[in-house]
């Protein structure tokens, strides 16, 4: 039996060595060179005497860039002289939200006055407000179904406290506002927050 396996085992390793020579055929072999204590303790010497990089001095060696006077006009046209702070599109925004809540609240965004609520109107949609805070389901009050039939819709609506409603209450408004806004009002509206009429 043990002759049976040696046999097996000198055909496997005949085997194994043709595949060698078929994966490198000219038989080229390269020595291993052992690594001796003292390489190490160099390479480790050179890691710890490096300094980093000075600022004058680039990773790169002795290579400097040429710059002729046709690439330095175009870096001056990108650079500018003068080092005052640029607007930024988020300056822009704060700018115009602070410009709209200085309106006078006698004025409306669009700078025409509207006319002086009744006590019983701001009573009624104060009211509804109030019932918007625990609506779930049902009929909701006909003021505030009337409310995008208004021409100073948006005043009625910040009387009713829409930041308290309740969930439903949000979904329901949300649908008849929705619904009954002409699209003109809401153009009307559109010109009036980016300032064209």
Same mark, same amino acid.
């Given at each position: 039996m043990s002759s049976k396996i040696l046999k097996e085992a000198l055909i496997q390793q005949k085997e194994i060595q043709e595949e060698t020579d078929a994966?490198?055929?000219?038989?080229?072999?390269?020595?291993? !060179?052992?690594?001796?204590?003292?390489?190490?303790?160099?390479?480790? @010497?050179?890691?710890?005497?490096?300094? &980093?990089?000075?600022?004058?001095?680039?990773?790169? &060696? &002795?290579?400097?860039?040429?710059?002729?006077?046709d690439e330095?006009?175009?870096?001056?046209?990108?650079?500018?002289? @003068?080092?005052?702070?640029?607007?930024?599109?988020?300056?822009?925004?704060?700018e115009k939200i602070k410009e709209k809540d200085q309106v006078p609240s006698g004025l409306s965004a669009g700078n025409e006055p509207f006319p002086k609520l009744d006590d019983s109107i701001i009573e009624v949609y104060k009211s509804v407000g109030e019932i918007f805070k625990k609506y779930t389901s049902g =009929?909701?009050?006909?003021a505030f179904k009337s409310i995008p039939a208004k021409q100073h819709w948006e005043e009625l609506?910040?009387?009713?406290?829409?930041?308290?409603?309740?969930?439903?209450?949000?979904?329901?408004?949300?649908?008849?506002?929705?619904?009954?806004?002409?699209?003109?009002? !809401?153009?009307? =509206?559109?010109?009036?927050?980016? &300032?064209?009429?």
């Open positions: 994966q490198n055929p000219n038989n080229i072999v390269f020595p291993d !060179e052992p690594v001796t204590q003292t390489q190490v303790d160099d390479d480790e @010497d050179d890691i710890d005497n490096f300094a &980093g990089f000075s600022d004058n001095h680039s990773q790169f &060696g &002795g290579y400097e860039e040429e710059v002729n006077e330095e006009k175009l870096l001056e046209a990108f650079f500018s002289k @003068d080092a005052r702070p640029q607007r930024t599109l988020a300056d822009i925004i704060v =009929k909701l009050p006909l609506l910040y009387l009713t406290e829409p930041e308290k409603w309740s969930p439903n209450a949000v979904y329901q408004a949300t649908r008849i506002l929705a619904s009954n806004m002409s699209s003109k009002k !809401e153009k009307l =509206k559109g010109a009036e927050f980016y &300032g064209s009429a």
